[in-house]
């Protein structure tokens, strides 16, 4: 074999023993591809691609079965979503409903307004029949409350605004629908009428772990200060509903928030401090006894053992998020490890860790958890292989330097390896967020996790004050970090958010140069090069107009002006985030660069073509059947006049598209809708097509 194959031959040959690492990716693929699509694919068609691929794997020679093997495990991707998306199918709110609402608690946390916010299932919806009731509905609680504690497994009722979950506030953004979708969560809303209970709590041993979560958070907030007993319920309980919104907002602008997420930094702590402590406690014995108990190599798998279950137990309080799966697949293959005699710490625990992951909920791979996650891990892990030569000659220097610079180097490669992500999905990037970690980090290792193990083990004998005490100690340290760093002049820089393609070409470029074997893997750096270059040349849209004709955004030379300074906040927010220039409303409304008539707001843009907009059924009237001179008219209210001589956009049509994106275009304005990007997918497949 010569030429071209031939070369291509001895390429994919060199990758053979690294097979396990690009499953992950490979399926990822798959995924990926499955939630780009425009409408649901035919599944039996791509299941029969992944038997043709691993069939015809078998018949072709060594290395060139690679290709069709990993054409299949693309394949087998796309499989998994579409199955995972067809699996958990619910019935979803397909218009606004006002009335009684019973249910039974699943879940509390709080919304971004800090309102406190009840998950229920066995929903009951006035008289709705039972086949359009969702299964799960999420209310937001306002007004006087109080009257009871609500608790999980407690079935309680009220009188609610509902409505179906939102779909993305402009065209390619997020898409709170598909999450919905996924957390079979068909009807979101509020409520301002009392929730009162109608039956005490009840359900199976889910319901139980959660409210046994739900007492442990309250128990551990109760003997802290309010702040530390926030954080410290958080990071073992999972339970971050009781954080002060300033103290998540200092955590973020500092880059100290990846702390509150329990994910391999708190796993490796509690699972390797058992580890030890149980190795200390068995050599201590021994001594005191003068008795061997087993030798080192049953003592150190025991104690493995005790720390894959310690680590479970952790799983299983915290509510077991992606971070938390995660790193406890991966402790679990370290200390796997213990028991074969093999390397604890590699890429293929990651893979594997990966692969677990996506098998079981495929739908994680687009949240900025899996990503950042998996992204640290990974990163790390390939650093940590990488220099083990420093390392080694590491080992003279003296130990304050070591472990300085050890929390100093992968502060930065984390960071370094989460920025684009977080970028993407939060338009912001902390400035000081290096020196924050290195002060805090440390911390967080030496004193706030083991306090928590010594409170662990301090309450079965009701003496876990000394741990809570030693854990405030540490996490009051770390808030004051994050409250100096975010405090100062340019502790944050924003950017815009990129096109949809930017992340999925960063995520390939970096992977390929990491995995691939041969010179041919620096063309990973030429691809995350080119997913820069997109990002940086991605034009924001030059009209917003959001999914209920009452608000539009116009890109000005000082910033987006928007047309109301209250109302849409929400939708608000998230166009001048994804600007890279988040101000509040009320400033964005107060650039006075929009011609304003009553109710009537008309743009009219420097390529010749004009946007109307109005707000009011008597500025729509007063139009007397035309368009006011408009290329595209908006109204935030059904127009009763069938048509008009221009592009219009009225409530019910926008209930229909969704946001508008507006280009000035040679031809006339070009409108982008947000239901055209998201396209025909079961998460849309409602009323509004027809």
Wanted: charged content about 15%.
């Amino acid at each position: 074999m010569s030429g071209l194959a031939g070369w291509m031959a001895v390429r994919l040959e060199t990758q053979r023993g690294r097979l396990l690492l690009w499953a992950p990716v490979l399926l990822a693929c798959g995924i990926g591809a499955y939630f780009g699509l425009a409408e649901e694919p035919w599944i039996a068609g791509w299941a029969g691609l992944v038997v043709l691929g691993f069939a015809v794997d078998r018949l072709l020679p060594s290395p060139w079965c690679l290709l069709p093997r990993a054409g299949a495990v693309v394949a087998l991707g796309l499989v998994i979503a579409a199955l995972r998306a067809q699996a958990v199918a619910g019935p979803v709110l397909e218009y606004r409903f006002y009335g009684p609402v019973e249910g039974r608690i699943v879940a509390i946390d709080r919304s971004a307004s800090d309102a406190v916010r009840l998950t229920l299932d066995r929903v009951i919806l006035g008289d709705m029949p039972f086949a359009d009731t969702p299964e799960r509905v999420r209310l937001s609680l306002h007004g006087q409350q109080g009257f009871i504690a609500p608790e999980p497994g407690m079935v309680v009722i009220t009188t609610a605004h509902l409505s179906p979950p939102a779909g993305p506030v402009e065209p390619g953004g997020y898409d709170f629908r598909r999450a919905a979708w996924f957390d079979q969560l068909g009807a979101v809303g509020y409520t301002r009428v009392p929730v009162l209970m109608l039956w005490p709590p009840e359900g199976g041993a889910k319901l139980w772990l959660t409210r046994l979560r739900t007492r442990f958070a309250a128990a551990i907030i109760a003997n802290m200060p309010e702040s530390a007993g926030a954080f410290a319920a958080a990071i073992i309980t999972g339970d971050r509903s009781a954080i002060p919104t300033e103290a998540t907002e200092a955590l973020r602008r500092s880059n100290l928030a990846h702390l509150l997420a329990i994910s391999g930094l708190h796993m490796g702590l509690l699972t390797g401090g058992v580890f030890v402590m149980l190795r200390r406690f068995v050599l201590a014995a021994a001594l005191i006894s003068g008795r061997r108990l087993g030798g080192p190599d049953r003592q150190r798998k025991g104690a493995a053992l005790a720390a894959v279950l310690a680590g479970a137990g952790y799983l299983v309080l915290s509510g077991g998020n992606v971070a938390t799966e995660r790193a406890f697949v991966m402790v679990a293959i370290m200390f796997g490890a213990v028991f074969a005699g093999t390397r604890a710490i590699s890429l293929r625990a990651v893979a594997v860790a990966a692969l677990l992951v996506l098998l079981r909920r495929p739908e994680e791979l687009l949240g900025p958890g899996f990503q950042m996650s998996f992204a640290a891990t990974v990163a790390l892990v390939a650093g940590f292989e990488r220099g083990r030569g420093v390392m080694q000659r590491a080992a003279r220097w003296p130990w304050i330097v070591r472990w300085g610079g050890g929390v100093a180097a992968s502060s930065l490669i984390a960071g370094l390896a989460t920025a684009p992500v977080a970028l993407a999905h939060f338009n912001m990037s902390a400035q000081y967020g290096l020196l924050a970690n290195v002060l805090a980090v440390p911390v967080m290792g030496a004193v706030v996790m083991p306090g928590a193990l010594v409170a662990g083990f301090g309450a079965l004998f009701g003496a876990e004050a000394l741990g809570l005490w030693v854990m405030a100690i540490g996490i009051d340290w770390i808030l004051a970090v994050a409250r100096v760093f975010a405090e100062l002049p340019g502790a944050v820089r924003y950017v815009k958010a990129p096109a949809p393609v930017v992340l999925p070409l960063f995520a390939a470029g970096a992977l390929w140069w990491l995995l691939w074997r041969g010179r041919l893997r620096h063309a990973g750096v030429l691809v995350v090069a080119g997913a820069v270059l997109i990002w940086a040349q991605t034009p924001r849209p030059l009209v917003l107009v959001s999914d209920t004709g009452g608000l539009i955004g116009w890109l000005g030379p000082e910033g987006r002006v928007l047309s109301k300074p209250r109302g849409d906040g929400f939708a608000a927010d998230i166009w001048l985030e994804n600007d890279g220039a988040p101000v509040p409303q009320e400033l964005a409304a107060g650039r006075d660069e929009l011609r304003r008539d009553g109710r009537r707001i008309t743009l009219d843009m420097e390529s010749g073509q004009r946007i109307v907009l109005v707000t009011r059924k008597q500025a729509l009237a007063a139009l007397d059947g035309g368009c006011g001179g408009a290329d595209v008219l908006i109204a935030n209210t059904v127009d009763p006049i069938p048509t008009r001589p221009c592009d219009r956009y009225d409530a019910a049509r926008l209930w229909q598209t969704g946001a508008l994106a507006l280009f000035p275009g040679v031809e006339g304005v070009r409108v982008i809708t947000a239901r055209a990007m998201a396209g025909r997918r079961l998460w849309h497949n409602d009323q509004r097509d027809q």
